[in-house]
T-cell receptor, first 117, second 113 residues
Framework: DADVTQTPRNRITKTGKRIMLECSQT?????MYWYRQDPGLGLQLIYYSFDVKDINKGEISDGYSVSRQAQAKFSLSLESAIPNQTALYFC????????????????FGPGTRLTVL | GQQLNQSPQSMFIQEGEDVSMNCTSS?????WLWYKQDPGEGPVLLIALYKAGELTSNGRLTAQFGITRKDSFLNISASIPSDVGIYFCAGRRFPSNTGKLIFGQGTTLQVKP
């Protein structure tokens, strides 16, 4: 079974609709992230959470919100979807970095392809 | 916005050829990571670099942390068809008190058998 799962894998919706993307992990990691991938732009951080009571904005948080329901669950919501939010969305998890390391490896889910018409 | 410039954007090579790609920044980074994304999947970590000048290999892959701390390189030797995918560099800027990563735009690699 996959360690980081995302649902749905594909979603087509209309402008103005509310959409929720879900992420679950069985890795026991405290840290979870939501990224957006657009062709030619790489991965851009939307929101991240370092534990259940911690939520932080990333580079491109406008138009998005998140909820950390439990250590294992981190959901991303688009309150009113617009066409330029059409993209591939990835959830990732990680442990805190070791003392002599600035970061630790992030493990990615398989992605959700969202199309907003 | 983007703070890492990754090049080339895409490569189309013959099986057996060596591949080189790089990532540069105007800022100093204290960690460099290289990920590969297969079609329809999420990125998977290939190599992590933590010290300037560090050279690390993973099979046919070799990555280096540039001595200026503003760049990193990934080489793939004797490419094979399963090397196809998108390769991303990612780094942690210095100074930083968070574990946030900044990603490059990606290099799309296609290998002709």
């Amino acid at each position: 079974d996959a360690d980081v799962t995302q649902t749905p894998r594909n979603r087509i919706t209309k402008t103005g609709k509310r959409i929720m993307l879900e992420c679950s992990q069985t890795k026991g990691h405290d840290r979870m992230y939501w990224y957006r991938q657009d062709p030619g732009l790489g991965l851009q951080l939307i929101y991240y959470s370092f534990d259940v009571k911690d939520i932080n904005k990333g580079e491109i948080s406008d138009g998005y919100s998140v909820s950390r329901q439990a250590q294992a669950k981190f959901s991303l919501s688009l309150e009113s979807a617009i066409p330029n939010q059409t993209a591939l969305y990835f959830c990732a998890t990680s442990d805190p970095p070791k003392r002599d390391r600035g970061v630790s490896e992030q493990f990615f889910g398989p992605g959700t392809r969202l199309t907003v018409l | 916005g983007q703070q890492l410039n990754q090049s080339p954007q895409s490569m189309f090579i013959q099986e057996g050829e060596d591949v080189s790609m790089n990532c540069t920044s105007s800022s100093i980074f204290n960690t460099w990571l290289w990920y590969k994304q297969d079609p329809g999947e999420g990125p998977v970590l290939l190599i992590a670099l933590y010290k300037a000048g560090e050279l690390t290999s993973n099979g046919r892959l070799t990555a280096q942390f540039g001595i200026t701390r503003k760049d990193s390189f990934l080489n793939i030797s004797a490419s094979i068809p399963s090397d196809v995918g998108i390769y991303f560099c990612a780094g942690r800027r210095f100074p930083s008190n968070t574990g946030k990563l900044i990603f490059g735009q990606g290099t799309t690699l296609q290998v002709k058998p």
